[in-house]
């Protein structure tokens, strides 16, 4: 099963060589606070500076002061800059640049059992999977379900991904846009354990269908006094209390089951 995460993940890195990398794509994103902007004036080089956006989401430019520029995107910042320049009589035509050296405001936090957590900007227009793939991938440890945290309008709310199944079918439409201040968290995988006569008792990671034999299986199968037969799984009900099962080996195992072979009478 981990190769269909291996290989989602190569698809992650396909689709991110779609979408703008670097700096080029910041055009498309909009200024907030703690962004640092390079800005240049054509003709003017005793205009060019380098600043940072405010909590409050302005700038200082010379001639001008504070220019808010908080929520516009970097060409709608430039036609603004440009404009007051024009309108204050310091340029006739004024032609303004501006360069995000650092896009702090528009980040996103990827953490959970991926190989390098962290936060990373969103530049131009990217998904879930570009972001797991700029944060190396999912780890060993990971599952195959992602919480997507957004806040939108005031209103917070969480998407669960299952991104195996989103390429296996090809529902690229739940592959979610995100924005700055999103949250990606990628679980654990689901586990079971596996205790008794076998040859590594303990938790494995629970792969979808996987049956009681192939999880003795990946608990070193039986050891040399275990028994098939009269298998027990603990497993909690629907109460959350812990009952004892008879089992079979093609039974399918859950969540948090407990498996217990026992000692051969023979």
Same mark, same amino acid.
């Given at each position: 099963? +981990?190769?269909?995460?291996?290989? *989602?993940? #190569?698809?992650?890195? !396909? /689709?991110? =060589?779609?979408?703008?990398? %670097? ?52 060409a709608a910042a430039e036609k603004k800059i440009a404009g007051q320049l024009q309108k ?27 190989? +390098?957590?962290?936060?990373?900007? *969103?530049? #131009?227009?990217?998904? !879930? /999977?570009? =972001?797991?793939?700029?944060? %190396? ?130």
């Amino acid at each position: 099963m +981990r190769r269909w995460t291996r290989w *989602v993940m #190569g698809a992650a890195l !396909v /689709l991110g =060589m779609g979408t703008g990398t %670097g700096m080029a794509g910041a055009a498309e994103v909009l200024l907030g606070a703690g962004d640092v902007v390079k800005l240049s004036v054509y003709g003017s080089p005793d205009l060019s500076i380098e600043t940072r956006v405010s909590e409050s989401g302005h700038l200082t430019f010379p001639l001008l002061g504070q220019v808010a520029v908080g929520g516009l995107s970097v060409a709608a910042a430039e036609k603004k800059i440009a404009g007051q320049l024009q309108k204050g009589g310091y340029i006739k035509q004024a032609q303004v640049n501006m360069l995000v050296t650092t896009l702090a405001s528009q980040q996103v936090s990827v953490l959970g059992h991926v190989n +390098r957590p962290g936060r990373y900007p *969103v530049e #131009g227009r990217r998904k !879930v /999977l570009d =972001m797991l793939a700029l944060a %190396g991938g999912i780890h060993g440890d990971g599952g195959d379900m992602i919480s997507l945290v957004r806040t939108r309008d005031g209103q917070t709310t969480r998407e669960t991904i299952d991104v195996v199944d989103m390429v296996r079918k090809g529902e690229l439409d739940k592959d979610y846009e995100v924005a700055g201040g999103d949250i990606i968290f990628v679980e654990r995988a689901p586990r079971a354990y596996v205790t008794g006569e076998v040859g590594r008792p303990g938790p494995f990671r629970l792969e979808r269908g996987m049956t009681v034999q192939q999880a003795i299986s990946a608990g070193g199968g039986l050891g040399p006094r275990g028994s098939d037969n009269g298998i027990k799984v603990t497993r909690r009900d629907a109460s959350g209390n812990p009952v004892t099962l008879d089992t079979k080996a093609s039974d399918p195992v859950q969540v948090d089951d407990v498996i217990v072979v026992r000692e051969s009478w023979f």
